[in-house]
């Protein structure tokens, strides 16, 4: 990681739908630390891995990705490209760099927030009594060390209690979601591990795993929160958890889904927020 000033462009994917509320923290978090921070993503962002299977297009997405952050970096001098996604980072680090001429440096925001926990911490002073287990990944530690990172980060928030758990294979839970019977075991691993270490809180770092716990928030008496969440949480900040809430049965926000095109939502999320628990009501680790 090279961030040569703080004039940052913060790539957040294509979860807006989803997610806009931790995105919005994210950003709030990044200037809280200091950076003026320009936001980017959707479509026009797109990195390209969704169209792995249609390797012309997805080398145009890729292509046209970087492209608008060299603008960025010519025209507004914003010279670093912030990472959300895992497979945003990944992708861009392994092809779309490699592939292009690019001007900027990348870093995920793990990294930025670790850097400047100095100027964070004392920002850090509502106590978030909470015993929380991480839901830790292996796969992103070969580009980031963000298990490290964030615990570094979730131990500066006083009252909050960080326990040790296990790290689980992939660099987050949809990328193995493809091999059967793989992603309910590390649900099910992490989850035991949660109840046998008396746990309240499941604290996801990824999107993607937060979707998957989010239909768990509450069994148990733990409850799911995201790590920017629990930052937020610390500097006094409403943590709102709208998908949480969506999952568990309350209703979506209509106005949200109409500016983004009601066929999306019902094609990319309904189905999710219908879908079963993925883990049975006992805790106890598939075999």
Known sequence: ??????????????????????????IMLLERAGYDVRAAGGPAYCCGTAHDHQPHAASNMAGRTVGRFNEAVAKDDRGTVVTWCPSCHMHMSDI?????TVAFDIAHISELLAASIDRLAPLLT???????????????????????????????????????????????CSGIAAVPGALKKVMGVTWSAAVANRAD????IFHPCHREFAALDGRDNIGVRNWVQLVAEAMGIEASDAYVG????????IAAIERAEPSRYQALIEPELRAPPLLAASATVPE
């Open 96 to 100: 779309m760099a490699p592939g292009n």
């Open 1 to 26: 990681m090279a961030v040569s000033d703080n004039r940052v462009t913060f790539w957040f994917g294509c979860n807006m739908l989803r997610h806009a509320e931790m995105i919005r923290l994210s």
């Open 126 to 172: 509502v106590p978030v009594p909470r015993r929380v287990l991480l839901h830790r990944h292996l796969g992103f530690s070969t580009h980031v060390p963000i298990n490290d990172r964030i615990a570094s980060i979730l131990s500066r928030i006083p009252g909050l209690e960080l326990i040790d758990g296990p790290a689980v294979p992939g660099h987050m």
């Open 246 to 253: 969506w999952r568990n049965g309350a209703a979506p926000d």
């Open 201 to 204: 809180t499941v604290c996801t």
